[in-house]
């Protein structure tokens, strides 16, 4: 089973060897079994909605009161809306994430319309103002037979991920095409980029860039790990190049299914 995750272009100009990714979402549930996993998923999300949902709204009343207390409390009450806002986000992704880990198992395979995922992948995305995304499928990719549920997660993480790390008004660029038996979604960004020596750890559960942290840039860090994990459970490959201040290049390769 691959497990592929290549550097391209250091600061130097010379390829980084390639390296191996060790670290999956199943680890987080490897002690569950799949009825204990489900169990999980559907009661631990809303035993956890409830609350966070009562939470936040306090906090955002607080917030909107801020005028009418003094600058320490404006201090304290943004740091509370900043943590817990980043709580949800957390929650969310863990419990997204156990439910792919439990749908990696099925065998749900159909014959999908990539224009069709795209488009739908992109209708829930918060997009920057003013990025672009162009995408490119090719005649042959158009229809492929896979899991459209894996799919449609992999493709929205990856442009996520894009989005999130790029700024307002920069280029996202989405590639499909069908390389033999393989299916190659490539997508490319103008952000940040990632340093070399964190190439081997930016699929690793919950890790962030400390260059995206020193710009201010964080999130929980599943999304990547989530696309890996989709690359291994298919015997396929994640492939990431980077150049600091110039963007990173994502491409997941996986076997097509065939009938």
């Given at each position: 089973m691959s497990e592929k995750i290549i550097a391209e272009e250091n600061e130097c100009g010379t390829d980084a060897k390639p390296v191996k990714i060790n670290t999956s979402i199943d680890e987080l549930v490897k002690p569950l079994n799949a009825e204990l996993q489900k169990e999980l998923i559907i009661t631990g999300s809303h035993a956890v909605k409830s609350p966070l949902t009562s939470l936040i709204t306090g906090i955002q009343l607080l917030s909107c009161s801020k005028k009418d207390v003094s600058p320490n409390l404006h201090e304290i009450v943004d740091s509370l809306e900043k943590s817990v806002l980043g709580l949800k986000d957390l929650l969310l992704d863990i419990f997204n994430a156990l439910k792919i880990a439990n749908e990696l198992n099925t065998e749900d395979i159909e014959t999908i319309?990539?224009?069709?995922?795209?488009?739908?992948?992109?209708?829930?995305?918060?997009?920057?103002?003013?990025?672009?995304?162009?995408?490119?499928?090719?005649?042959?990719?158009?229809?492929?037979?896979?899991?459209q549920r894996i799919i449609e997660t992999a493709l929205a993480a990856l442009i996520e991920n894009a989005s999130f790390y790029s700024t307002e008004g920069t280029k996202i660029e989405l590639q499909v095409e069908k390389i033999n038996d393989k299916l190659s979604i490539s997508v490319a960004d103008e952000g940040t980029g990632i340093y070399q020596n964190e190439i081997k750890k930016i699929c690793e559960p919950f890790y962030r860039s400390k260059m995206h942290k020193n710009n201010g840039l964080e999130r929980t860090g599943l999304g990547l790990t989530i696309v890996n994990n989709i690359a291994k459970k298919f015997n396929g490959e994640l492939i990431i190049s980077s150049e600091q201040g110039r963007g990173s290049t994502f491409t997941l390769v996986l076997p097509i299914i065939p009938e």
């Amino acid at each position: 089973m691959s497990e592929k995750i290549i550097a391209e272009e250091n600061e130097c100009g010379t390829d980084a060897k390639p390296v191996k990714i060790n670290t999956s979402i199943d680890e987080l549930v490897k002690p569950l079994n799949a009825e204990l996993q489900k169990e999980l998923i559907i009661t631990g999300s809303h035993a956890v909605k409830s609350p966070l949902t009562s939470l936040i709204t306090g906090i955002q009343l607080l917030s909107c009161s801020k005028k009418d207390v003094s600058p320490n409390l404006h201090e304290i009450v943004d740091s509370l809306e900043k943590s817990v806002l980043g709580l949800k986000d957390l929650l969310l992704d863990i419990f997204n994430a156990l439910k792919i880990a439990n749908e990696l198992n099925t065998e749900d395979i159909e014959t999908i319309n990539f224009p069709s995922i795209i488009s739908t992948v992109q209708d829930r995305i918060k997009f920057k103002r003013n990025q672009q995304v162009d995408i490119t499928v090719a005649p042959d990719a158009i229809n492929i037979r896979h899991n459209q549920r894996i799919i449609e997660t992999a493709l929205a993480a990856l442009i996520e991920n894009a989005s999130f790390y790029s700024t307002e008004g920069t280029k996202i660029e989405l590639q499909v095409e069908k390389i033999n038996d393989k299916l190659s979604i490539s997508v490319a960004d103008e952000g940040t980029g990632i340093y070399q020596n964190e190439i081997k750890k930016i699929c690793e559960p919950f890790y962030r860039s400390k260059m995206h942290k020193n710009n201010g840039l964080e999130r929980t860090g599943l999304g990547l790990t989530i696309v890996n994990n989709i690359a291994k459970k298919f015997n396929g490959e994640l492939i990431i190049s980077s150049e600091q201040g110039r963007g990173s290049t994502f491409t997941l390769v996986l076997p097509i299914i065939p009938e």
